[in-house]
């Protein structure tokens, strides 16, 4: 439950997360808690069936020394109390602390070729180290309180209580020899005695997981209360691929506006490029686009339905992106571009051959059943690329985002990218975000954005020919990078 929830959580709760802690929420802390019920409810509902029977034939048998033997349960919810207190501290800070070491080493694998190359391991292996170390002295805390308070000090009132039952029964008798009916019943009590303090410990040890359990519940219970991406309506439906946006305002976070009233039509089929300095607010326009945060109501629609109405499933069917980065799972190319969804091996083969990733897929030792890797590690970045845009395609969308999607390839390999591009015109709406200008250099329009403002509008040649315009300059300024490069 809690896995399908993290899955549908908003953008932004991943812009705070850190994976390692959400992996240990996830799967740890529920842990704990399922112990609840597979073992410590279980346990303790069979203790105090025996503990009952145990009392109601002490009852039968004497009930004034039955009521000496009662004594025990104040005493155990004492103990118990006490053990709560001290133990909850921590039990808390064990499972923060095992949920931090799963951060750094989820942080420190993801990040491994950055952290060899700058010879950062010993440093990080030394923070791990620290953090391993708290863990131990928190967990050595932990057992502590329960060595000292579960077991042995119950053991102890065990030999107590057995030596105040033989103790009175030694008073009674005044002296005189004890008749073989009463011998009996010292027998059974001392029996009876130790039937009583076993399931007395038996509960208390389930205290332990109890204690487990309940920070753990606390902590899955903050991830369950971040609230899901709210499911759309079904009724908008997205049918040509045409983008309006009006006086689109947005900040992350409020006084800090990061677009300002822009306004921007696109027609189905056009290919629209954005470009714009680093932090000008093109992947934030895209986010919005995308749904990834909520724009104000009204001001992006798509062919005439604001994109908060289309419901969820249609909307993520319509609409393909192509990160930066691309991301690719650990499994075969024909799994990569079907993600899960059911699509037939001419439909996968369509997609590839559409993004232009046909030929090098068919290249591999196996086709379309060669193993990838994790994250595509024995693909170019070119490559993860073109098989990112056969993932996008492979849903048939109406509108493609492309987030940079050239920026880390080479021009050759740039080339085929455009010629997957120029392929789709007409048939998919298409907005890039690019750094390098030659990929939308013949775009249908070219949005050139500034500090969130739309500061230029227009085809290649029309932005050219503004005199100092922004474009002009990045242009003429990337061109003069390259011929440096060249
Ligand atoms: P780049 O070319 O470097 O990718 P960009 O044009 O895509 O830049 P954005 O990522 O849209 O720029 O960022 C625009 C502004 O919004 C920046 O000032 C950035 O700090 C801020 N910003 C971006 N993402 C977030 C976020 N998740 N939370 C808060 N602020 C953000
Ligand atoms: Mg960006």
Redesign the pocket.
């Given at each position: 439950m809690a896995t399908c929830h993290v899955l549908r959580l908003p953008m932004?709760f991943f812009?705070r997360a850190i994976t390692g802690q959400l992996v240990s929420r996830v799967t740890n802390d529920t842990e704990a808690v399922k112990m609840l019920y597979v073992q410590v409810l279980f346990v303790m509902l069979d203790s105090v069936i025996v503990l009952a029977g145990a009392m109601v034939a002490m009852l039968w048998l004497d009930w004034r020394l039955m009521l000496i033997v009662a004594t025990l349960v104040p005493a155990v919810v004492l103990i118990v109390m006490l053990y709560q207190r001290l133990s909850a501290p921590a039990v808390t800070r064990t499972r923060e602390l095992r949920s931090e070491l799963n951060a750094q080493l989820a942080e420190s694998i993801a990040g491994m070729a950055v952290l060899q190359a700058g010879n950062a391991t010993e440093r990080f292996g030394k923070r791990f180290a620290g953090i391993n170390e708290a863990h131990y002295h928190s967990r050595q805390r932990e057992l502590r309180a329960n060595a000292w308070l579960l077991r042995p000090v119950l053991d102890l009132l065990n030999v107590i209580l057995l030596a105040v039952v033989i103790f009175v029964f030694g008073m009674r008798g005044n002296g005189a020899a004890l008749s073989a009916l009463e011998v009996g019943v010292l027998y059974a009590f001392i029996s009876y005695i130790s039937r009583v303090v076993e399931p007395l410990i038996q509960i208390t040890m389930q205290f332990s997981q109890l204690q487990q359990a309940m920070v753990g519940a606390a902590r899955v219970h903050v991830l369950l209360k971040e609230t899901e991406t709210p499911v759309a309506a079904e009724h908008g439906r997205v049918t040509e691929g045409a983008i309006a946006i009006e006086h689109l305002d947005f900040a992350?976070?409020p006084g800090?506006p990061?677009l300002h009233d822009l306004d921007l039509h696109i027609a189905p089929g056009s290919f629209h490029g954005i470009v714009?300095?680093?932090?000008?607010?093109?992947?934030?326009?895209l986010s919005l686009l995308l749904r990834f945060y909520p724009a104000p109501a009204g001001a992006i629609r798509i062919d005439g339905t604001p994109v908060e109405a289309i419901g969820e499933d249609h909307f993520r069917d319509s609409v393909g992106l192509v990160p930066q980065e691309p991301f690719l799972l650990a499994a075969s190319a024909r799994e990569n571009i079907a993600m899960g969804r059911q699509l037939s091996d001419a439909q996968v083969e369509a997609a590839a051959r559409a993004a232009n990733a046909h030929d090098f897929i068919m290249g591999l030792e196996r086709g379309y059943d060669t193993p990838l890797g994790e994250g595509g590690a024995r693909l170019s970045v070119g490559q993860k690329q073109l098989l990112a845009i056969a993932r996008a395609l492979a849903g048939e969308p109406r509108i493609l985002f492309l987030d940079?999607a050239t920026s880390h390839i080479d021009s050759e390999t740039e080339q085929v990218v455009q010629r997957a591009l120029a392929a789709l015109r007409g048939k998919v709406t298409i907005v890039a975000?690019a750094?390098r200008l030659s990929t939308i250099r013949d775009a249908d329009r070219i949005v050139v954005?500034n500090h969130?403002r739309m500061a230029e509008r227009g085809t290649h040649p029309e932005l050219m020919a503004i005199d100092d315009g922004l474009y002009q300059r990045l242009y003429l300024l990337q061109q003069l990078e390259e011929e440096g490069a060249g």
């Open positions: 932004s812009d992350y976070r800090q990061v714009g300095h680093t932090g000008s607010g093109k992947s934030t326009l940079e975000i750094h954005l969130g």
